[in-house]
């Protein structure tokens, strides 16, 4: 019984692998830009709810108070 390599399967197999990992990297490389443009909060493109920005406001003010009172 002969033994042999199917250069044709392998190249499939190995082309079929080279679509499905790019693929996926692909789709992750989107999650992670969608990601981290959401968690940034200096980007104006996308709308933050308005607790979060209160509660952002009432951060920075009350940083800027800290400062004041520290500097009397």
């Not at 790019?22 to 999650?31: D, Y």
């Not at 996308?46 to 004041?68: A, F, G, H, W, Y």
């Amino acid at each position: 019984e002969e033994v042999a390599i199917g250069w044709g399967e392998l190249l499939e197999v190995m082309v079929d692998f080279v679509i499905i990992a790019f693929t996926i990297f692909v789709v992750i490389k989107g999650m992670n830009r969608f990601k981290s443009r959401a968690e940034d909060p200096k980007d104006k493109e996308v709308v933050t709810p308005k607790d979060i920005e209160l509660l952002s406001n009432i951060e920075r003010l009350m940083e800027e108070q800290n400062e004041l009172l520290k500097n009397k």
